[in-house]
């Protein structure tokens, strides 16, 4: 048999152990736990950008229809009366809970008006604070998975590399059908590395902008109510 018919005999079996499996199932203990780590990383990023991604839409749509409402020219305690049992979204939850203190105070300290107006403004603070919490949850595994992903990757490539050269050695056989298939499912590792964090980093970086915005819409609200209370408690007072 002369040279070509082995090297064609031989190119499926090297085809097979290239292939993705055979590049998984050949790796070393290590290097295959790296792997399943970053694929389970990679699957939790994705589920979360599309929870992340119905959840801020919706919470945009409801926003919109909330100021609709709100700018309508419907009664505040009509309004209140609709959304106190169970506010939707955040911007409702920050009209309620402004409301609430509102009317607190009116049934109580013999309708005293002094400090209401600093009082509702640090309960839209909070309001604020625990709704932009609520949208940023779970960010920070996109955070982490992004930067951490292609070190996790790279030392499963580094250790696969190691245990690779050990093998060429042991084997004393430098070929490059020796070399190639223990390097090749070494920066394997780091490929699956960059699949987990690449989505994670850009995700991240358009939900973080997505949170900045839908805060200083809440901001704005609040700084927009708390004028209209204001002129309120200057009425009655």
């Known amino acids: 048999m002369n040279p070509a018919e082995v090297a064609q005999s031989a190119l499926p079996l090297t085809s097979s152990d290239l292939s ?25 990023v994705w589920a979360i950008a ?31 009366r609709t959304l106190s049992a169970r506010p939707s979204h955040s911007m409702a939850a920050l009209f309620v809970a402004a ?12 309708r005293s008006f002094a400090g209401l107006q600093m009082r509702i403004e640090k309960v839209m603070e909070v309001t ?14 996109l955070a982490t998975v992004g930067s951490a992903g292609p070190f996790i990757g790279l030392f499963g490539t580094v250790w696969g590399i190691m245990t690779s050269f050990q093998s060429i050695a042991a084997s004393k056989n430098t ?3 020796v070399v190639a298939p223990g ?16 989505p994670a980093t850009i995700f991240y970086n358009k939900f973080a902008s997505e949170v900045n915005k839908q805060a200083q819409r809440l901001e704005g609200f609040a700084d927009e109510f ?10 009655r007072a």
């Open 20 to 44: 993705i499996f055979g590049l998984f199932w050949s790796a070393h203990i290590i290097v295959k736990a790296v792997m399943l780590g970053l694929l389970i990383a990679s699957i939790w």
């Open 50 to 80: 599309i929870d992340k991604t119905v959840l801020y839409a919706r919470t945009r749509h409801a926003m919109d229809r909330f100021e609709k409402t709100f700018w309508s020219g419907q009664s505040l305690e009509e309004l209140y």
């Open 99 to 110: 409301m609430r203190e509102w009317k607190r105070s009116f049934e109580t300290q013999a």
């Open 128 to 141: 604020i604070a625990r709704e932009v919490e609520r949208l940023e949850r779970r960010l920070l595994v």
């Open 175 to 177: 070929s490059l059908a």
């Open 183 to 198: 390097i090749a499912e070494a920066l394997f590792a780091t490929a699956i590395g960059l699949v987990a964090a690449i």
């Open 226 to 235: 708390s004028a209209i209370l204001s002129r309120q408690i200057d009425e």
